[in-house]
């Protein structure tokens, strides 16, 4: 069945940088883009950015822009989100999830993981 | 504008019908979908495109499109429908993705 599995979440300094990762299985990884979206305690879902299915883009949300970069590895099933600079607003779960785009005017996450906590706290 | 806005809250009795609103420019070129969040769990797809459903969402959920405007309409509303919702959709002019604010559903 189809999954998405997030790891590498923990504890971090304000400042320090910390690699999440997502692995995903059952289906074709190389086909999908997948997306990270994060959830700070109590509040609602943002998304954070998006690497393309061949590696050939990614796109970041404003408020991680320059700070955060979104590489996959598609040999090993997995994307990763590398968290630099990191502020005490960070910490979140961070989900991954699959994205369907008909390459017109639909678009949508279809699995997500169970999510990962990034607490950025000294 | 990439904003999507969301009611922060409604409520429905149980069997009633609840329509949930989301809106924002972005629907003009792009259709929302929507997602259901219960606390300490991942978010699920409810509604995607021109009002499908993934396979075991139940069919009292539908959604619709008008303009700038996304509706998610639950029919016949059941407590376990109780929790977040989220809309979702890609900014044309800068190419993100963004999510509203969220909607909590009270069943009551």
């Known amino acids: 069945q189809v999954q998405v599995v997030e790891s590498g979440g923990g504890v971090v300094q304000p400042g320090r940088s910390l690699t999440l990762s997502c692995a995903g299985s059952?289906?074709?990884?190389?086909?999908?883009?997948i997306h990270w979206v994060r959830q700070a305690p109590g509040k609602g879902l943002e998304w954070v950015g998006a690497a393309w299915h061949d590696a050939s883009k990614e796109l970041y949300g404003d408020s991680v822009k320059g700070r955060f970069t979104i590489s996959r590895d598609n040999s090993k099933n997995t994307v990763f989100l590398q968290m630099n600079s990191l502020r005490a607003e960070d910490t979140a779960v961070y989900y991954c999830?699959?994205?369907?785009?008909?390459?017109?005017?639909?678009?949508?996450?279809?699995?997500w993981g169970q999510g990962t906590l990034v607490t950025v706290s000294s | 504008s990439s904003d999507l806005t969301q009611d922060p809250a409604v409520s429905a009795a149980l069997g009633q019908t609840v329509r949930i609103t989301c809106q924002g420019d972005s629907l003009r070129t792009y259709y929302a979908s929507w997602y259901q969040q219960k606390p300490g769990q991942a978010p699920i797809l409810v509604i995607y495109g021109k009002n499908k459903r993934p396979s075991g969402i139940p069919d009292r959920f539908s959604g619709s499109n008008s303009g700038n405007t996304a509706s998610l309409t639950i029919t016949g509303t059941q407590a376990e429908d109780e929790g977040d919702y989220y809309c979702?959709?890609?900014?044309?002019?800068?190419?993100?993705?963004?999510f509203g604010g969220g909607t909590k559903l009270t069943v009551l």
């Open positions: 999830a699959r994205d369907v785009w008909d390459a017109t005017t639909v678009t949508y996450f279809d699995y």
């Open positions: 979702n959709s890609r900014d044309s002019s800068s190419d993100r993705w963004v």
């Open positions: 059952g289906f074709t990884f190389s086909t999908y883009g």
